[in-house]
C-alpha cells in the first residue's frame, strides 16, 4: 500500500497477493476476485463520512489494480464497481458498492455461459479440440458441447513454465473427455490431428490481436499452417478499451525462478555456495554471473492468424471487434482510483 493513503481491510490485501502470487489466476476469475474484494472493503469499512469510505475504496481498487498488468479483466471489474457507487451517507454507499459488486458476478458468469453455448456451435460431433494454458471461457464451449451431446476428444497442451495446462486436462478428465497430454514443443506435430484450436485471452485490442498465456501466438502460426481454425473464447470483460486510443497492452514479465530455480542456475553457471561448499545449494542468486532469464507469461498474437473471437454478444472476426469495443466502452478511458 502506498504511504500516506487510507488503509484497506486485510481482506483486499490478501486477495491481492493471492492475484499476485497466481492463487487466484485466469483473467475471469481475477475479476471476478477483485469486484468481491471490493465489496468486502466496502462492507468492513469502518470509514465515518462518505468521503473517507471512497478514498479508501479507491485506494483498494488500486491497490488490487496494480496486481498485474495484462488482463484488462482486472481493471475493467474495478471501474464498472466504482461507476456504480452511488449514495449520499455511508450506509448508502456502502449497499451500492456490494450491489454493483454483486451484480457484476453474476453478469460475469452468466456471460461466461452464454459465450460457451454459441462457441458450442463451432464444435462437431468427434473434434479434436487442441488446448493451450487454462482458460474458463475456452472450457465453457467445450462444457456445453459436451451437455448438448458432442463428443469431444483433447489434446491439451502442458503451457510451461507453470503447467496450467495440467488444470485443463484436470477437468476435461472429470467431464469424460479422453486428453492426450503434450508438451507445448509438440503441438506442431499434434496439430494433425486437430480440429481446432481453442484459446482464452486475458486482453482483446482494438485491431483483433489476441493477448494470451505465453506460446499462444507459435500455436497460432503453426496452426494457420496446418489449416487447423483458431477460436478464441473471451468474454467482452477481456476487451481493451485503452486500445481503441493507441496504447498497447503491457505483457507481463514474471520471477525468472518460474523457468529456472536458484540450483539450477548454479549448476549453468559454475556459481559456488556462497557460504562454501556446504552442499545445501546456493544462499544467493548471483547478478552478475552472464547469464539472464526472461519469463514473459504472455505475447500477442496478430489478428489475421486468429479465425474467429467468440464472445457472449456473438462471434466476431478478430478485425471487427472493434465496434463491440466501441459499443460498450465508448471512448473514455479514465480510471475512477486515480481521481
Ligand atoms: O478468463 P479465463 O478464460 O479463465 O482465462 C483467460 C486467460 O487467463 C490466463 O492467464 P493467467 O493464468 O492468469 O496468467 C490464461 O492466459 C488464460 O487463457
Same mark, same amino acid.
Given at each position: 500500500?502506498?504511504?500516506?493513503?487510507?488503509?484497506?481491510?486485510? @481482506?483486499?490485501?490478501?486477495?491481492?497477493?493471492?492475484?499476485?502470487?497466481?492463487?487466484?489466476?485466469?483473467?475471469?476469475?481475477?475479476?471476478?476476485? @477483485?469486484?468481491?474484494?471490493?465489496?468486502?472493503?466496502?462492507?468492513?469499512?469502518?470509514?465515518?463520512?462518505?468521503?473517507?469510505?471512497?478514498? =479508501?475504496?479507491?485506494?483498494? /481498487?488500486?491497490?488490487?489494480?496494480?496486481?498485474?498488468?495484462?488482463?484488462?479483466?482486472?481493471? !475493467?471489474?474495478?471501474?464498472?464497481?466504482?461507476?456504480?457507487?452511488?449514495?449520499?451517507?455511508?450506509?448508502?454507499?456502502?449497499?451500492?458498492?456490494?450491489?454493483?459488486?454483486?451484480?457484476?458476478?453474476?453478469?460475469?458468469?452468466?456471460?461466461?455461459?452464454?459465450?460457451?453455448?454459441?462457441?458450442?456451435?463451432?464444435?462437431?460431433?468427434?473434434?479434436?479440440?487442441?488446448?493451450?494454458?487454462?482458460?474458463?471461457?475456452?472450457?465453457?464451449?467445450? =462444457?456445453?458441447?459436451?451437455?448438448?451431446?458432442?463428443?469431444?476428444?483433447?489434446?491439451?497442451? =502442458?503451457?510451461?513454465?507453470?503447467?496450467?495446462?495440467?488444470?485443463?486436462?484436470?477437468?476435461?478428465?472429470?467431464?469424460?473427455?479422453?486428453?492426450?497430454?503434450?508438451?507445448?514443443?509438440?503441438?506442431?506435430?499434434?496439430?494433425?490431428?486437430?480440429?481446432?484450436?481453442?484459446?482464452?485471452?486475458?486482453?482483446?485490442?482494438?485491431?483483433?490481436?489476441?493477448?494470451?498465456?505465453?506460446?499462444?501466438?507459435?500455436?497460432?502460426? !503453426?496452426?494457420?499452417?496446418?489449416?487447423?481454425?483458431?477460436?478464441?473464447?473471451?468474454?467482452?470483460?477481456?476487451?481493451?478499451?485503452?486500445?481503441?486510443?493507441?496504447?498497447?497492452?503491457?505483457?507481463?514479465?514474471?520471477?525468472?525462478?518460474?523457468?529456472?530455480?536458484d540450483e539450477?542456475r548454479a549448476s549453468?553457471t559454475?556459481a559456488?555456495? /556462497?557460504?562454501? @561448499?556446504?552442499?545445501?545449494g546456493p544462499?544467493?542468486?548471483?547478478?552478475?554471473?552472464?547469464?539472464?532469464?526472461? !519469463?514473459? @507469461?504472455?505475447?500477442?498474437?496478430?489478428?489475421?492468424?486468429?479465425?474467429?473471437?467468440?464472445?457472449?454478444?456473438?462471434?466476431?472476426?478478430?478485425?471487427?471487434?472493434?465496434?463491440?469495443?466501441?459499443?460498450?466502452?465508448?471512448?473514455?478511458?479514465?480510471?475512477?482510483?486515480?481521481?
Amino acid at each position: 500500500m502506498v504511504t500516506g493513503e487510507p488503509s484497506v481491510v486485510p @481482506a483486499v490485501e490478501s486477495t491481492a497477493e493471492d492475484i499476485s502470487e497466481m492463487r487466484i489466476r485466469g483473467a475471469a476469475t481475477i475479476a471476478d476476485a @477483485a469486484a468481491a474484494a471490493l465489496a468486502t472493503q466496502a462492507d468492513r469499512s469502518a470509514a465515518d463520512t462518505p468521503a473517507a469510505f471512497r478514498r =479508501e475504496l479507491r485506494t483498494a /481498487a488500486r491497490t488490487l489494480y496494480e496486481t498485474r498488468p495484462t488482463a484488462v479483466s482486472l481493471p !475493467n471489474a474495478l471501474r464498472y464497481v466504482l461507476r456504480g457507487v452511488d449514495g449520499d451517507t455511508v450506509a448508502a454507499l456502502r449497499t451500492s458498492t456490494i450491489e454493483r459488486a454483486e451484480s457484476f458476478q453474476r453478469d460475469l458468469a452468466a456471460a461466461q455461459d452464454t459465450l460457451g453455448e454459441i462457441g458450442a456451435n463451432r464444435l462437431r460431433d468427434g473434434d479434436v479440440v487442441m488446448t493451450h494454458c487454462h482458460s474458463t471461457d475456452a472450457l465453457s464451449c467445450l =462444457e456445453a458441447a459436451l451437455e448438448s451431446g458432442t463428443e469431444l476428444e483433447a489434446i491439451v497442451k =502442458e503451457t510451461r513454465p507453470r503447467k496450467q495446462g495440467h488444470i485443463t486436462a484436470r477437468q476435461l478428465r472429470e467431464w469424460d473427455v479422453p486428453v492426450t497430454l503434450i508438451a507445448d514443443n509438440a503441438a506442431r506435430r499434434y496439430l494433425d490431428r486437430a480440429d481446432h484450436v481453442l484459446v482464452g485471452a486475458d486482453s482483446i485490442a482494438a485491431d483483433g490481436s489476441v493477448v494470451n498465456k505465453i506460446g499462444t501466438s507459435g500455436l497460432a502460426v !503453426n496452426a494457420r499452417e496446418r489449416g487447423v481454425p483458431v477460436m478464441v473464447a473471451a468474454q467482452t470483460i477481456k476487451l481493451h478499451p485503452d486500445t481503441m486510443t493507441g496504447h498497447t497492452v503491457e505483457i507481463e514479465m514474471r520471477d525468472e525462478r518460474e523457468l529456472l530455480s536458484d540450483e539450477e542456475r548454479a549448476s549453468i553457471t559454475g556459481a559456488a555456495d /556462497a557460504d562454501g @561448499a556446504d552442499g545445501d545449494g546456493p544462499d544467493a542468486v548471483a547478478t552478475d554471473d552472464g547469464l539472464r532469464v526472461e !519469463n514473459p @507469461a504472455f505475447d500477442v498474437t496478430p489478428p489475421r492468424y486468429v479465425d474467429a473471437i467468440v464472445t457472449e454478444r456473438g462471434q466476431f472476426p478478430p478485425e471487427s471487434i472493434v465496434t463491440l469495443m466501441r459499443e460498450l466502452f465508448g471512448e473514455t478511458t479514465d480510471e475512477p482510483w486515480e481521481t
